[in-house]
């Protein structure tokens, strides 16, 4: 069946790394997403990763693939107040001749000096 | 320029109400999505169009009625809704559907915030 499950809460301090973690069912997935969405935003995306790649780094974002036990994580460095917001992992699944996006739950991130 | 506006970005309607949100981009992306958001839970996709043709509609009642007048719009048509239709709808917008290989990388607006009375 079609589920993304991730932690629904972390807080961090400033300046500290924070580490989400996602996991997902579809083997078939063959592209991952985190979007950022800001209270009474929409959904910024963060990042992706292709499926045949293991670790994708964008200054202060790493994002790290481990396919076999299907787990997705993303990794903020130097956590800044800036990033409290929830995150969002969504796996691309190809269904019934189109792709489409499964969402996570979302977690919320908190940063507190 | 990877901008998706979306308007209103708030709506107030009664029950009995016809209003219209809308949704545009121009990144010339030819797959068009509205997702439904309710407080605190993820994004649900209502409706997928693909070169201004409905690709998937996932079971959405009928109050709800899409439209895709070209490549760069898409309609939300609201009828008759009900105080539990409200939440924050999302457009978004991405290159294309087809092919398992090919990245959906999404563009999304800031929604509109839609409260049923």
């Known amino acids: 069946g079609e589920d993304v499950e991730q932690s629904l809460f972390l807080s961090v301090r400033e300046g500290d790394s924070s580490v989400i973690n996602c996991t997902y069912t579809d083997s078939s997935s063959t592209y991952l997403y985190w979007y950022k969405q800001e209270p009474g935003a929409g959904l910024q995306l963060l990042t992706y990763?292709?499926?045949?790649?293991d670790m994708k780094q964008d200054q202060r974002l790493t994002v790290l693939l481990n396919k076999k036990d299907k787990h997705l994580s993303l990794r903020i460095a130097d956590t800044q107040t800036g990033d409290s917001a929830i995150y969002f992992c969504?796996?691309?699944?190809?269904?019934?001749?189109?792709?489409?996006?499964?969402f996570g739950a979302g977690t919320r991130l908190a940063v507190h000096p | 320029d990877t901008e998706v506006t979306q308007t209103p970005k708030h709506l107030v309607m009664g029950m009995t109400n016809k209003k219209s949100l809308k949704c545009e981009q121009h990144m010339g992306h030819r797959a068009m999505y509205w997702y439904k958001q309710k407080a605190k839970k993820p994004p649900e996709l209502m409706f997928v169009y693909s070169y201004e043709k409905l690709s998937i509609n996932e079971s959405v009642p009928s109050r709800f009625s899409p439209e895709c007048p070209n490549s760069s719009l898409l309609n939300l048509h609201l009828h008759a809704l009900q105080p539990e239709d409200s939440a924050l709808y999302l457009c978004?917008?991405?290159?294309?559907?087809?092919?398992?290989?090919?990245?959906?990388?999404?563009?999304f607006g800031q929604g509109t915030r839609l409260t049923v009375v």
């Open positions: 978004a917008s991405s290159q294309g559907l087809r092919g398992p290989d090919m990245n959906t990388e999404a563009f």
């Open positions: 969504a796996e691309s699944m190809f269904s019934g001749g189109y792709n489409k996006l499964i």
């Open positions: 990763i292709f499926s045949n790649m």
